[in-house]
């Protein structure tokens, strides 16, 4: 556990541990809950298929590729214990492979139309 108080920047770093030099790394989804077993039921997005979600959300430059930095504000879940679970899913490409997810940036999903 890593204890904050509410609105304090929360700083993560995520490091891919290769002795190939040619991986980038790339955060696609970071997903919080209050409970550490269910991301689906009551979840709030910070970041999604590469779209940020979270206004406090900023990234961090980092001198390797294969290491991805950054910070949101901490929250609380209103109505819920006072922790937050976080789950984050990240992509492992290869370096100036631009077809790649890590080079996809975000990606919304267009919405279907509804039939009549």
């Given at each position: 556990p890593y204890y904050v108080d509410i609105n304090q920047d929360l700083f993560?770093?995520?490091y891919l541990h290769?002795?190939?030099?040619?991986?980038?790394?790339?955060?696609?989804?970071?997903?919080?809950?209050?409970?550490?077993?269910?991301?689906?039921t009551v979840t709030y997005d910070i970041i999604r298929n590469g779209c940020v979600r979270d206004s406090t959300y900023a990234t961090y430059y980092s001198p390797y590729s294969h290491q991805v930095r950054f910070k949101f504000n901490a929250f609380q879940f209103?109505?819920?214990?006072?922790?937050?679970?976080l789950k984050c899913e990240l992509a492992v490409?290869?370096?100036?492979?631009?077809?790649?997810?890590c080079y996809q940036?975000?990606?919304?999903?267009?919405?279907?139309?509804?039939s009549s």
């Open positions: 993560l770093e995520a290769n002795s190939d030099s040619n991986l980038v790394l790339f955060v696609d989804t970071c997903v919080a809950s209050p409970t550490p077993h269910n991301f689906t209103i109505h819920y214990s006072p922790s937050v679970y490409c290869r370096t100036y492979d631009y077809s790649s997810r940036g975000c990606i919304t999903r267009s919405k279907r139309e509804a």
